[in-house]
């Protein structure tokens, strides 16, 4: 890869000017974090970044194949860059991520449209510079969907646009196959990061002054499983907390079949990690979790939620729920309602299911109307609203740490809380990127505001 790297840095550097890239991530967290080392990868080849897609030598985006809206919006979004083609052919455009990595997509891009000069899937972002290179000097279409075995190259710098709250992937791909799910076939097997890895991408962001890292997988809980002696995703968290500095600690995703008290216990006993976990429920019917695969029952999920609480009562829970899936009842849907207003949730994400050709719900045959679909995110949507707002009133008058990290339209800055809770606050621009103590005095149905004590 070195050689290739050189490469294409020996080709930009004899341009007049410098190469600019322009890198946009679509979806979640981990396709995030992926994006920041694409760019780490681009700069080491030396392109700079730019914000400003018109000004860009190369524009890559970063896909998402998730859901099927999100498709269409880089299709549509693939479709405006023709124009900015035409002006300046020497334009290269990139396509990566979990939509690249189908081959029923590359050849729709082929097809229609074809000017995208760059197609890489999840496995191929070592193959970047070769492909680059390939396109910088032959100026044909280069494509890699090839499913290489190794994970993302370690000792690539990321670009991140924050420096207050970094990601830190500790794992990569998918071993559960939900039924709904395409994430297994587009980022293959779990891999996980080694412990030293890790820990010194910790260490040296804590260094440079990060106080949140938010560790990334789509299961951490099964972190370690391919490795010869198991490293715990606990024994992990433990040994994060162990490094000095004023920093927290969150993790995302967890699934319910493999978080264990273990988790909890530790979460409980670490200063440093927040009291808040995202354990997305997905559907509140044990038939239609059967159905979607998850290996858990509503029951069991309840016993993690008691048992957090029984540790520590106001500990908070967000969550992703899935309406909608094929042939889900009206008395399912009651159950997920059941279930978000036993646990009182501080967040939800929720969607309508969306049908991914390659999965196994895909060939199940779904009787639900769009409308009854439309009507229950609605009906989820309006009970959360009032959890919410009820759950945020207990706030009122307790002290909260939050580390803002935003000003809002109205002049206040907004940071998160530990509970991952919107908190805004008076304040001038020095309180970005630092933990603050705040009295808590009002409570919105989507945020709360207080005072800097
Ligand atoms: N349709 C709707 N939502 C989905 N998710 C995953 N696959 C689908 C799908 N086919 C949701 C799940 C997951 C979140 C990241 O996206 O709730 O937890
Ligand atoms: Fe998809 Fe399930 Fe894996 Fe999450 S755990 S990425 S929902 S298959």
New binding site residues.
Partial sequence: MTDHKEFVRELLSRRDRPSRCFLHSFG?QQNVSDGERILGLLCEMGYTVTEDITEADLIIYNTCA??EGAELKVFSLVGNLKNLKKKNPELIIGLCGCMAQQEKNVEKIRKSYPYVDIVFGTFALNELPRLLGTVLTERKTAVDINEYPAGFPEGIRPVRKNGVSASVPVMYGCNNF?S????PYVRGRERSRRPEDIIGEVKELVGSGCKEIMLLGQNVNSYGNTFDERVSFSELLRRINGIGGDFRIRFM?SHPKDATRELIDTIAGCEKICKHLHL?L?SGSDRILEAMNRKYTAEKYMEIIEYARSLIPDFSFST???VGFPNETEEDFQETLNIVRRVRYDNI?S??????TG?K?AAMEDQTPEEDKKRRLQELLRVQREISSEGFRRFIGRTLTVLFDSEEKDGTYSGKSDEFIIVKAEADASVIGKMKRVRITEAYNWALKGEII
């Fill in positions: 979640c998730v859901r939900c709904y799910c395409i994430v995703s997305p997905q992703d729920i899935i994400f969607f309508i299911y969306s049908k991914r999965t719900a």
